[in-house]
């Protein structure tokens, strides 16, 4: 149930980000590197995610000296694959309004989908992976770290021609709020699932009197 919740996770996540690219009003971040990349290298963008992914998770496995969790290893692999189906699956449009209602619902879409594949506890992506490692190294706070490496990765993305306009902006300074919105709700979620399964295991598991059929028992004395 918990690696369940964690896909759909990646996969509502997945749809969000694609939203945003086809949306074509500026991406995150790290989809300002991957469309850059693919701009200037080819491949795809779900492809560029599934190698910077890589890379990042082999540098933090030397920064850490441990292997990543299976969690971060899926998540590299999933949402590049998944971004990739949802690109090629949903319309593009040129009217300004139905592209400013496809940014506003990605980004209320990755903030669902992170707190799902959050909420389950099966290990953080391949990034903030990173943002960890760094954090224990440096010391710095973790919005420093995570803060360099936004800026950073935005630059170079937006140097290969990656987008960067008003979606930049409002995942930058929205995403924080809508997680914090949505992970509270997805953790009620979480709980509440896995609270109902483990009822309804005790239930299955458990013995049955014959005192718990009516007047059955009188019957059979």
Not at 36 to 62: D, E, N, P
Request: charged fraction near 15%; aromatic fraction near 10%.
């Amino acid at each position: 149930m918990r690696w369940g919740i964690f896909l759909v996770g990646l996969l509502v996540m997945s749809l969000g980000i694609a939203l945003m690219i086809k949306a074509d009003l500026g991406g995150a971040p790290w989809d300002v590197l991957h469309i850059g990349l693919t701009k200037q290298l080819g491949l795809t963008v779900g492809t560029w995610s599934i190698l910077m992914g890589l890379l990042i998770l082999s540098a933090t496995s030397l920064l850490m000296k441990a292997w990543p969790q299976l969690g971060a290893f899926l998540n590299m692999l999933l949402v590049g694959l998944f971004i990739d189906l949802f690109l090629w699956l949903l319309p593009t449009s040129n009217h300004l309004f139905i592209q400013l209602a496809m940014l506003v619902i990605g980004v209320l879409t990755i903030g669902y989908g992170i707190g799902l594949y959050i909420a389950p506890g099966c290990g953080a992506g391949p990034r903030d992976s990173l943002m960890l490692a760094l954090q224990l190294k440096t010391g710095w706070k973790v919005q420093y770290v995570r803060g360099i490496m936004e800026i950073m990765v935005l630059t170079v993305g937006w140097l290969l021609g990656g987008p960067v306009f008003i979606g930049t902006i409002l995942f930058c300074f929205g995403i924080g709020s809508v997680v914090g919105f949505t992970l509270p709700q997805c953790q009620r979620l979480f709980n509440f699932v896995i609270e109902k399964r483990n009822e309804h295991e005790d239930l299955n598991k458990g013995t049955l009197r014959l005192d718990d059929y009516d007047r059955l028992s009188e019957k059979a004395r």
